[in-house]
């Protein structure tokens, strides 16, 4: 069975501080999808990465990282010099092949809260 | 560029009343459409997907029911509404293999 861990629930920091969340994923799959999504309090969801199960070379893109190991199941998302507007509840999720990323399995969540 | 159009933005419902929730999208042909629902607890849960007009696929047994009338339109429905069916209902496409799904704005259900 496929399953998402998003084990922080809460995280609260002080703007610029860096802030990692972190992702444990189980499948059987040997190809597979993963994905960071941010939901702002509107609460629509807004996609951030996907990344296959062949490529584990970490993404930047701008202030957010990526660091995906193979080896520990982990796909964690890393803010770096975090600001107010990084207030979120930040998914991680998970899709096997077939489906490419439209079935996706998702974490709980983790609430970030960054404070001026 | 691809826009998902889903109303209303909130809904307040008694028990025992039908629901039709109504996901339109824009700027893509013969998409995957997809409805998820976030309970209280923040995890998504997929509902339905269709893969084109006509074909639904149901992912977990429920009280609610989905149709795709047209190529762009998705439509959740519900003939007697319970109070667990409260929750935020997200509409999703995804709109070729290359591509990550994309989400509504999304309905907040209340049943009362």
């Known amino acids: 069975a496929q399953k998402v861990t998003q084990a922080q629930t809460e995280i609260s920091v002080v703007e610029k501080e860096d802030v990692t969340l972190d992702c444990v994923y189980e499948?059987?799959?040997?190809?597979?999808?993963l994905f960071w999504y941010k939901q702002p309090p509107s609460g629509e969801l807004v996609f951030l990465i996907r990344r296959n199960s062949f490529d584990e070379q970490n993404e930047i893109s701008g202030r957010y990282s990526w660091n995906f190991q193979k080896s520990t199941s982990s796909f964690n998302f890393t803010i770096t010099a975090s600001q107010v507007v990084d207030s979120a509840v930040y998914f991680c999720a998970l899709s096997g092949v077939p489906n490419q990323g439209g079935k996706l399995i998702f974490g709980q969540g983790t609430e970030l809260s960054v404070k001026p | 560029s691809q826009t998902i159009h889903q109303w209303p933005a909130t809904l307040v419902q008694p028990v025992g009343s039908p629901l039709s929730l109504e996901c339109t999208v824009e700027?893509?042909?013969?998409?995957?459409l997809y409805w998820y629902r976030q309970a209280a607890g923040r995890g998504l849960q997929l509902l339905f997907y269709s893969v084109g007009i006509g074909q639904i696929s149901s992912e977990v047994p429920q009280n609610l029911s989905a149709s795709r009338p047209q190529d762009r339109q998705f439509i959740l429905s519900s003939k007697k509404l319970l109070l667990s069916d409260s929750g935020f209902y997200l509409c999703?496409?995804?709109?070729?293999?290359?591509?990550?799904?994309?989400f509504g704005n999304g309905t907040r259900l209340t049943v009362t």
């Open positions: 499948t059987r799959d040997t190809t597979y999808y």
């Open positions: 999703a496409l995804k709109g070729g293999s290359n591509s990550p799904l994309h």
């Open positions: 700027g893509t042909s013969n998409p995957n």
